[in-house]
Structure formats: C-alpha cells, structure tokens
C-alpha cells in the first residue's frame, strides 16, 4: 500500500494511492501524521472510500510533514565509510533532524546565501514508525515499522564541519525533499540513487546499509521510545560531493534527484538567494 500526504484546497488531505494516477482520501484525516496516530491506521487506509483525487500534478506535501523525532544516522553504508577514509562503526553515529527541515518532494529548496558554498546531495531511505517501539529486540522490530519512503538529507558541509556536532549542517528550513510516499511493503535491495542536473552523483542499494532498519529500530529504542510517525534517516551511500576531489557542491538553479526503487523519487530545484 503507497500512501501520501498532499495539499488540497488550502489545506492537506492523507490519502491512499490507487494507482500512479489517481488516490482515495481517508476521510477525517489531514495528513499521515494524524492517520498514524491511530492505532488503526492501517486498516483506515485500506477500507477508506473518501473522494477520489488526481496524481498528476498533485501538490505533495512531506509525506509525515509531523514527526516527533527525526533520529539521523550516519555513516551506515559501507561504500560512503570507505570513501570518507574510515572503519566500519561498531554502533550507530545517531543525530537528530528537526521536523522543520522538512520539505515536500517536489517543492524548491530554498537555502540563503550566507549556507549556500558548500551543498552537497545525500541520498537516504526513511524509516517510519507506526507502533510504539521501547527496548524492542531486532527480531521484532519491523512489526513497529509502518513503512518506507525516500530523503535527500541536504547538506550544508561548511555548517556541518564547524563543530564536532554535525547537527547545524543538516537541518536547515525547509531543506530536506521528504516522499512522495509511505511504502507499506517495502524490501531492502532495491537501487538507489541521486542524480544532480541528470547526472548520476550516487549509486548503490540499500542492502550495503551496515545497520539495517530493524538493527537501528532495536538500537535507537533501548535508548528512547520510538513513537508513531517518528522518522528514522538511514543515513547515505558513496558518491557526496565533499568526498569528491576536488569536491563538488550543488549550484544556484541545479535540481537534485534521490530515487529509490519501489518507494519513487524526490526532486528539489536549488534555489540560492
């Protein structure tokens, strides 16, 4: 099942995606947030009847524009630890991600002129939640799993590498391409990949993850509760433009394309200004 949140009349509607062309509204909720916050999230999503609303040219929101918690992980594919000359991690590199970095999958990323030297493209899958998860073995962890989605964790490398904490580079307004859909049956291996201008920058699958999505639900739940809607970012595979040499950063008007086979793409115009 493929949903999504989109922008409908001043307003945002959750829907169910019935084919790439047309979706259903689930009646008396405005976004995924909210659906998930019921427990019974998923069978809402799959008897909803509401009205029935176009894809094309849909204006999508993030797909969980509410998270709680954004938990970041990175360096955990082990193409991106080798190329930035280090060892593969005994435990995850965890930081967060405000929900305000967040941006629909298709809007312009609009980022100001004094972080805009050093923006580099980060291709990741997206873990959501959709059962509270609190000290959960791994074995177990993927029934608190609601579903998969796509992100370009952008980054600003210049504010990222000012401090030993990474967070002030990853979490500017607005910044983070974040859909266009929650997967419901999503498996690991699939291509993914960022394209800048058409260009291919990143390539891989997300079976080269070190810590896989039940690995860092185990993980991140022995030290806080993972609670519906909470996202977790896997973190991103080799090919980033600060690894390059010489390095390689986005440009005023340049778009950045992240897919992921079976989840889809996040496409986000650069804006500098």
């Not at 082990?78 to 991690?89: D, F, N, Y």
């Not at 609601?146 to 600003?156: C, E, K, L, P, Q």
Request: with cysteine; glycine share 10%; charged share 20%.
């Amino acid at each position: 099942m493929r949903l999504a949140t989109l922008r409908d009349g001043g307003t945002t509607v959750a829907v169910r995606a019935d084919s790439d062309t047309t979706a259903t509204v689930i009646d008396g909720f405005p976004d995924l947030s909210a659906l998930l916050a019921d427990s019974d999230w998923k069978q809402i999503a799959t008897s909803a009847s509401g009205r029935s609303i176009g894809l094309d040219g849909a204006n999508f929101a993030p797909v969980v524009p509410h998270p709680g918690k954004i938990v970041c992980v990175g360096l955990n594919y082990a193409s991106h630890i080798t190329e930035m000359g280090r060892e593969l991690p005994e435990y995850p590199t965890l930081f967060a991600k405000f929900a305000d970095a967040l941006t629909g999958p298709y809007d312009d990323v609009v980022v100001p002129a004094y972080a805009g030297s050093q923006l580099d493209w980060e291709a990741e899958l997206a873990v959501i939640i959709g059962k509270t998860a609190y000290q959960v073995d791994e074995k177990d962890a993927t029934d608190h799993i609601a579903g998969y989605s796509v992100i370009n964790d952008y980054t600003m490398r210049d504010y990222q590498y000012r401090t030993l904490q990474w967070d002030q580079g990853k979490t500017f307004e607005k910044t983070s391409g974040f859909g266009p859909f929650l997967v419901t049956d999503y498996q690991l291996g699939t291509p993914i990949e960022a394209r800048l201008e058409g260009e291919v920058v990143q390539s891989s699958t997300t079976d080269d993850l070190v810590f896989t999505p039940a690995r860092l639900v185990d993980y991140i739940s022995h030290i806080v509760t993972l609670r519906p809607g909470d996202v977790i970012i896997t973190g991103t595979t080799g090919g980033v433009g600060h690894a390059r040499k010489p390095p390689r950063y986005i440009q005023d008007g340049e778009t950045v394309e992240v897919s992921i086979g079976g989840l889809g793409t996040v496409r986000n115009k650069t804006v500098i200004k």
